[in-house]
C-alpha cells in the first residue's frame, strides 16, 4: 500500500476558494492511485482569533480548555475539506484526533505525540476513503483534548507518516519551497531543490519560517522524506532527506539572517574558574537564551571580557538580572541593539577546506567588521552591524554561487 500523508497549512485552507483549490490537489493525488492521509490546519487567522478570545475571557486561562478552544480551527477546515471531496465524487469523512485516536504525552499547550492507533483508519483506507485528520492536536491518558504547540500540524502530518510508514510528507504552504536565503531580503534567492535535515534543521532554528525546528527533528530521527512545495503553483518543492540520498554541486546549501538580537559584554571580570557559570546562571532560570559567546583573556591573565547575545526583547531583563548579581565582579557592561548574526549552512564544508576563510574575505570586500563567530560542523555564524545585512547576504550569496 503505498501512503502517501498531505498536510495543507492555515494560508492553503485560508478561505473556501482556497478549500476548493486544495480538494483538487487532493484528487490529482488520488487518481496517481495513492492511498491519502490527508492533515489540516485551521483557517489562517482562525487560532489568533481564538487565543485573543481566550485572554479577553482570563489572565489566567485554563491550560486544558484552552486547548479545547484553539483546537477547534482545525475541526472547521477539515469538515469543509472532505465535504467538498464528497461533492466532487470521492469517498472522505473528517476525523478528529480523539476519534482515531492520536495520543499525547506532556502538558497542555506543548504536548507531543507519543502513538497513533492505525486500525481505524487503515479500514477506512482499506474501503478507499481520503481521511481528513485535525492536526495541532491529540489526546491524553486523561481523555483531555490537547495542543500540540507551533508547527504542530506539521508534527502531526510527520507522525501519521512514521506509523502508517508513508512513501513521504508533502507539506502544503504559501512558499514554493526552501530558498537559499530569504526572497523578501535578497531578490536573487534560488529555491533548494534538495537539502539534508540537518541542513534545514540550521535554517529553521537561525529563523527560516517554512518549517518549525521541532518537526524537522522528528522527520529526521524518524527518516521522513519531507516536500515543501505551494498549494497555489503547479512546481516542484524543496525535498528534505537525509544526506547520503543527496548528490552535492554546491559546498553551501543556504544563508540566514537573524533581526532581533542584542549583544552583551562584561569588562574587566575577574578571570577564575566558574565566573561564567555564575554569570549564565540566573540568566536560564529567566528563560533568557544565550546564543553566541566569546571571551577574551587580559594581558595580565586576571581579568577577562566576556561578550554573548541574547533576543533583544530579552535585553532589559538581562541588564537588570547582571547588576542585580553579586556573585561576579566586572568593571562596567556594554550592550548594543543594533547587531544581527549571519550564518552560512552546508553539509560541503565539512569536507571542504577554506570555507572560512572565503566567508571572511567575502565580507571583508564590503568592509563588514566581524564582531563575534561561532562554528558548528555545518554553519558558521558571524555577528555584525544590523545596517549590513543586506549587502553581507548579497556578497555571500555571490561567493558561494548560491545566485546559479
Known amino acids: 500500500m503505498k501512503i502517501v500523508v498531505l498536510k495543507f497549512g492555515g494560508t492553503s485552507v485560508g478561505s473556501i476558494k482556497k478549500i476548493k483549490n486544495v480538494a483538487k490537489i487532493i484528487k490529482a493525488y488520488h487518481k496517481k492511485r495513492y492511498k491519502l492521509i490527508v492533515v489540516s490546519s485551521a483557517m489562517s487567522g482562525v487560532t489568533n482569533d481564538l487565543v485573543n478570545k481566550s485572554k ?38 473528517s476525523w478528529l484526533s480523539w476519534q482515531i485516536p492520536v495520543m499525547t504525552e506532556g502538558q497542555h499547550k506543548n504536548s507531543k505525540i507519543n502513538f497513533i492507533n492505525k486500525n481505524k483508519l487503515l479500514n477506512y483506507l482499506n474501503q478507499g476513503g481520503i481521511p481528513i485528520i485535525t492536526g495541532f492536536q ?10 500540540i504547540g507551533r508547527g504542530g500540524s506539521d508534527a502531526s502530518a510527520i507522525m501519521l507518516a512514521k506509523f502508517f510508514k508513508a512513501e513521504r510528507c508533502v507539506i502544503y504552504t504559501d512558499v514554493e519551497g526552501v530558498y537559499t536565503t530569504d526572497p523578501n531580503k535578497l531578490k536573487k534567492a534560488k529555491k533548494i531543490k534538495i537539502i539534508s535535515y540537518e541542513e534545514m534543521l540550521e535554517m529553521a532554528s537561525l529563523g527560516a519560517k517554512v518549517m518549525q525546528p521541532v518537526s524537522i527533528q522528528d522527520a529526521r530521527l524518524n527518516r521522513i522524506n519531507i516536500e515543501v512545495k505551494s498549494s497555489f503553483i503547479k512546481k516542484s518543492g524543496t525535498l528534505i532527506t537525509k544526506r547520503k540520498n543527496i548528490i552535492r554541486n554546491k559546498i553551501i546549501t543556504g544563508l540566514s539572517s537573524t533581526q532581533n538580537d542584542a549583544k552583551v559584554t ?13 554569570i549564565f546562571k540566573p540568566l536560564s532560570k529567566n528563560l533568557i537564551n544565550v546564543d553566541m559567546v566569546v571571551q577574551n583573556i587580559s ?4 581579568e577577562t571580557d566576556l561578550t554573548f547575545t541574547i533576543k533583544r526583547e530579552d535585553l532589559s531583563k538581562t541588564k537588570k538580572i547582571i547588576s542585580e548579581n553579586k556573585n561576579i565582579n566586572y568593571r ?39 564582531q563575534v563567530i561561532s562554528t558548528s560542523e555545518i554553519k558558521i555564524s558571524v555577528l555584525i552591524s544590523s545596517k549590513n545585512v543586506k549587502k553581507a547576504l548579497i556578497a555571500l550569496h555571490k561567493e558561494f554561487n548560491l545566485d546559479k
Open 332 to 370: 562596567y557592561l556594554l550592550f548594543d541593539k543594533n547587531v544581527s548574526k549571519v550564518s552560512i549552512i552546508g553539509v560541503g564544508m565539512v569536507t571542504t577546506p577554506g570555507v572560512t576563510f572565503r566567508m571572511f574575505q567575502a565580507l571583508a570586500s564590503q568592509k563588514i567588521n566581524i
Open 299 to 302: 594581558a595580565n591573565g586576571k
Open 56 to 93: 479577553d475571557i482570563s489572565d489566567n486561562f485554563s491550560p486544558s480548555e484552552y486547548d479545547v478552544l484553539v483546537s477547534s480551527g482545525e475541526q472547521v477546515a477539515c469538515s469543509l475539506i472532505a465535504a467538498r471531496l464528497i461533492h466532487i465524487g470521492l469517498k472522505s469523512r
Open 138 to 147: 491529540g489526546i491524553n491518558e486523561n481523555e483531555r483534548v490537547t495542543t
Open 266 to 278: 562584561l569588562v574587566g571580570v575577574k578571570d577564575k574558574p566558574g565566573v561564567a557559570a555564575m
